[in-house]
């Protein structure tokens, strides 16, 4: 699976956009970017997934630049609840196990 | 939210005694698996299961063993706990190629 490069921690005020960005320049044509969250304390939450067209859910848009190389998660409208280290994973859609790589995330806080 | 427990959610163990981790789900998802969650590392994964009696390991399986007797519940054990296995521990649960959905976790401290 690539690795993935995000920024340890990011600011946004409550109410605006967030947009969080990933590095994932050594992503190959069969893997997919995941994106998860994980508030304090508790288990991680699956956000939304791509591979290379834009996507969009209740919770957020996943921009994936043409090259694929690069992606970028929007919550288009921040609240003090979004505060949470948001992962970025680069993995192999239905790989034989299945399993997700963790990195150390984005710390993003969202200040009132 | 996906139906998943995990027992018990807090412990605290002294070193070398055996621990039992359980991780019980009633959306009856095939695979499984177990992860530790430290300062610094992320989630790293310890074994999964993808069926029944049916596991292996993950990177950091040193020192853990699984099993696997339904598909409901996912057992983790530590045979001799040590203090280097204190940590936060996530169950998760998937279907086949789609996302994980993870429990509450447990947080063990071993003395």
């Known amino acids: 699976d690539a690795k993935t490069t995000q920024p340890p921690s990011m600011d946004c005020a409550e109410g605006r956009a967030a947009n969080l960005p990933c590095n994932h320049s050594t992503i190959s044509g069969n893997e997919y970017v995941y994106w998860y969250r994980q508030i304090h304390s508790q288990g991680p939450q699956y956000i939304i997934h791509g591979l290379k067209n834009n996507e969009t859910n209740e919770m957020a848009s996943l921009i994936i630049t043409e090259d694929r190389k690069s992606s970028t998660l929007i919550l288009p409208h921040a609240t003090l609840r979004d505060t949470a280290v948001y992962y970025c994973?680069?993995?192999?859609?239905?790989?034989?196990?299945?399993?997700?790589?963790f990195g150390t995330g984005t710390l993003l806080a969202v200040q009132p | 939210d996906a139906g998943i427990t995990q027992s018990p959610r807090h412990k605290v163990t002294e070193t070398g005694t055996p621990v039992t981790l359980r991780c019980h789900q009633t959306?009856?998802?095939?695979?499984m698996y177990w992860y530790r969650q430290d300062p610094g590392h992320g989630l790293r994964l310890i074994h999964y299961s993808y069926g029944v009696k049916d596991t292996d390991k993950g990177e950091v399986s040193d020192g853990y063993s699984v099993s696997r007797s339904k598909t409901e519940d996912f057992l983790l054990t530590l045979e001799s706990a040590t203090s280097s296995q204190t940590s936060v521990y996530f169950c998760?649960?998937?279907?086949?190629?789609?996302?994980?959905?993870f429990g509450p976790g447990t947080r063990l401290t071993v003395t």
């Open positions: 998760a649960i998937s279907e086949e190629r789609e996302k994980q959905y």
């Open positions: 994973i680069v993995r192999n859609y239905g790989g034989a196990t299945n399993k997700l790589i």
């Open positions: 959306e009856n998802h095939r695979y």
